[in-house]
């Protein structure tokens, strides 16, 4: 008892007195929903509360000979230990929430929550007065029409993704429809031009006599050999 009334008399004594001061739920990475928040007030209000349980006198109860001798270092010291219990509590329950998800999944819940109001309001209002007719039972449907619900949005996105594939494909082979048009008419022109000149020469043949005609063949004739003359 006297090591610890030495230490305590060792102890930096505040300057000025204060109580536990309430403890603040702990803050959270994702936007947390009502359900999420009334959990942290929750736990924030049982905290402050376990803090307040432990009060001074209790504490100082615990140590009646510090508390006559050194009141101020144990109080202090009890400051201290309040303070580093919720810190160590906060810390704890921050974990928790992050290593379980809770918060996404309060907010998951709150979400189906609100749609299964938006659904049921709706379904009121379309039946005008009458008796709501209450929806099938997941459970109750076959097996077909379930796996089916569960395929439709997969399978509604590879039908978009083909029509969008499929519409790309039609405009390419457009365009190369085009191109070979516009080749096949550039051949067309190209023979078509051919054919004239072939016209023109054999009317430019049959307008010649014969003797003139002789007489090309013998000029082509002395062209070729002075040519492979000078060669």
Do not use: W
């Not at 999944?105 to 209002?125: M, P, Q, Y």
């Not at 096949?184 to 307008?207: C, F, M, P, T, W």
């Amino acid at each position: 008892m006297a090591t610890d009334e030495q230490s305590m008399q060792d102890a930096p004594a505040p300057e000025n007195e204060r109580s536990p001061s309430p403890v603040p739920p702990p803050p959270v990475a994702a936007a947390p929903g009502p359900r999420a928040t009334a959990l942290q007030k929750l736990y924030g209000d049982a905290i402050t509360h376990v803090l307040k349980t432990c009060s001074y006198n209790n504490f100082a109860s615990c140590f009646p000979t510090p508390a006559k001798e050194v009141p101020d270092s144990l109080r202090h010291l009890h400051e201290q230990f309040t303070d580093r219990l919720g810190a160590s509590m906060r810390i704890n329950f921050e974990q928790i929430l992050a290593e379980r998800n809770v918060v996404p999944s309060l907010n998951e819940l709150d979400g189906l929550i609100e749609d299964a109001k938006k659904r049921k309001a709706k379904a009121e209002e379309e039946a005008n007065g009458e008796p709501v007719q209450a929806p099938v039972p997941p459970h109750s449907l076959p097996a077909q029409q379930l796996y089916l619900s569960h395929l439709a949005p997969s399978l509604s996105q590879q039908s978009l993704s083909l029509q969008t594939r499929q519409e790309d494909l039609q405009a390419e082979n457009a365009e190369i429809l085009q191109r070979v048009l516009q080749q096949r008419k550039e051949i067309e022109d190209l023979v078509k031009g051919l054919e004239n000149v072939v016209v023109d020469l054999d009317q430019s043949a049959a307008a010649l006599k014969p003797e003139d005609i002789e007489e090309l063949v013998n000029e082509a004739r002395e062209v070729d050999e002075d040519m492979r003359t000078k060669s």
